[in-house]
């Protein structure tokens, strides 16, 4: 296959779950971070659902070193929101996180976090579409890339104060369930840079190994292998010190040229290729070259094989993946 996609179609499911596994590890909370709410109550949280939603808020002991926020919502078979809402008074840097814990028992809805200004009619917001609720909790961090500018008449530009926070629930299936979170955190980051380091390389007979010199922001790699050179078998693992490493990628019948690995908001300071010693005789050596894609290119996946589209022969992808129309003629 060229170029060789067998790892984006057949362990794309795979991939996904253990880069989210590996990125909750390697992004812990720097010293910075700021606790915003730990749910031991609900003071200063109100319910605010649309005509015919139900929305009850309470704390319970479900948390996991403590106590927890519990959203019971309803919508009652049609549609709406259940919004809870809290008042914060924090000044933006320019760049930040926001990061929370979250689990459910309940149908599939959309899950908002909306960022207002002091007027409450300006809003910024992270607008996940047909969520599935993890039974367990699941960390999660919103970076200030993940969060637009949504509707008011600002008409656009950056939040610089946070005057309201919104949860808010939104009707997918118009179903009912609960929700709950916990540990709520503000963490001020580094201005984002363009990476502008030159990466050391390591070899060795089963591995091919990347040091960008220091904590870098990634969305995946393409791997180009020598004619003939492609194990079946190889794991692309990642670290923030050189010693614990976290497979985020796992192939399975590979058949050489070059491979597009998907590895959406990825950070890590190193990035290896590893082929496990007894699959076969093939070598690391027969990889060619590892180059990092850029973040925006995984920040979808329709945006992802729209660069893989590009780079292969015209015609080896449909024309939308070229942001290309196809026409139809009507024949009968």
Same mark, same amino acid.
């Given at each position: 296959?060229?170029?060789?996609?067998?790892?984006?179609?057949?362990?794309?499911?795979?991939?996904?779950?253990?880069?989210?596994?590996?990125?909750?590890?390697?992004?812990?909370?720097?010293?910075?971070?700021?606790?915003?709410?730990?749910?031991?109550?609900?003071?200063?949280?109100?319910?605010?659902?649309?005509?015919? /939603?139900?929305?009850?808020?309470?704390?319970?002991?479900?948390?996991?070193?403590g106590?927890?926020?519990?959203?019971?919502?309803?919508? &009652?078979?049609?549609?709406?929101?259940?919004?809870?809402?809290?008042?914060?008074?924090?000044?933006?840097?320019?760049? !930040?996180?926001?990061?929370?814990?979250?689990?459910?028992?309940?149908?599939?809805?959309?899950?908002?976090?909306?960022?207002?200004?002091?007027?409450?009619?300006?809003?910024?917001?992270?607008?996940?579409?047909?969520?599935?609720?993890?039974?367990?909790?699941?960390?999660?961090?919103?970076?200030?890339?993940?969060?637009?500018?949504?509707?008011?008449?600002?008409?656009?530009?950056?939040?610089? &104060?946070?005057?309201?926070?919104?949860?808010?629930?939104?009707?997918?299936?118009?179903?009912?369930?609960? /929700?709950?979170?916990?540990?709520?955190?503000?963490?001020?980051?580094?201005?984002?840079?363009?990476?502008?380091?030159?990466?050391?390389i390591?070899?060795?007979?089963?591995?091919?190994?990347?040091?960008?010199?220091?904590?870098?922001?990634?969305?995946?790699?393409?791997?180009?292998?020598?004619?003939?050179a492609?194990?079946?078998?190889?794991?692309?693992?990642?670290?923030?010190?050189?010693?614990?490493?976290?497979?985020?990628?796992?192939?399975?019948?590979?058949?050489?040229?070059?491979?597009?690995?998907?590895?959406?908001?990825?950070?890590s300071?190193?990035?290896?290729?590893?082929?496990?010693?007894?699959?076969?005789?093939?070598?690391?050596?027969?990889?060619?070259?590892?180059?990092?894609?850029?973040?925006?290119?995984?920040?979808?996946?329709?945006e992802?094989?729209?660069?893989?589209?590009?780079?292969?022969?015209?015609?080896? !992808?449909?024309?939308?993946?070229?942001?290309?129309?196809? !026409?139809?003629t009507v024949?009968?």
């Amino acid at each position: 296959m060229s170029p060789g996609l067998f790892g984006c179609f057949g362990t794309l499911a795979t991939t996904m779950v253990l880069a989210a596994a590996a990125g909750a590890r390697a992004q812990a909370l720097p010293s910075s971070a700021r606790l915003l709410d730990g749910f031991e109550s609900t003071a200063g949280w109100s319910a605010h659902p649309s005509d015919g /939603v139900s929305l009850a808020i309470s704390s319970d002991s479900t948390g996991t070193h403590g106590r927890a926020m519990r959203l019971d919502f309803d919508f &009652h078979g049609h549609g709406g929101y259940a919004i809870a809402r809290k008042k914060f008074d924090i000044a933006l840097p320019e760049n !930040y996180a926001f990061s929370y814990r979250i689990r459910g028992q309940a149908p599939n809805e959309n899950f908002e976090v909306k960022l207002l200004d002091s007027t409450g009619d300006n809003v910024w917001w992270n607008n996940a579409v047909n969520v599935h609720f993890p039974d367990e909790w699941k960390p999660m961090t919103l970076k200030k890339r993940h969060i637009t500018f949504a509707w008011g008449p600002r008409g656009g530009g950056e939040l610089a &104060h946070l005057a309201s926070l919104e949860l808010s629930i939104t009707a997918g299936s118009g179903g009912k369930g609960t /929700v709950w979170l916990e540990a709520l955190t503000f963490t001020p980051l580094d201005p984002v840079h363009a990476y502008k380091g030159r990466p050391v390389i390591r070899k060795d007979a089963q591995s091919y190994t990347l040091d960008f010199g220091s904590t870098r922001e990634f969305g995946g790699a393409t791997i180009d292998w020598a004619p003939g050179a492609a194990p079946a078998r190889y794991v692309v693992e990642t670290s923030a010190d050189g010693a614990a490493w976290d497979s985020v990628y796992a192939a399975n019948g590979g058949n050489g040229g070059r491979d597009w690995i998907y590895l959406p908001e990825m950070e890590s300071r190193y990035l290896r290729v590893r082929i496990p010693a007894a699959a076969e005789p093939a070598r690391a050596d027969g990889i060619r070259e590892v180059a990092v894609i850029p973040v925006e290119w995984s920040s979808s996946r329709n945006e992802f094989f729209a660069h893989v589209a590009a780079s292969a022969p015209a015609g080896s !992808y449909p024309k939308y993946l070229s942001r290309k129309q196809s !026409y139809w003629t009507v024949v009968g």
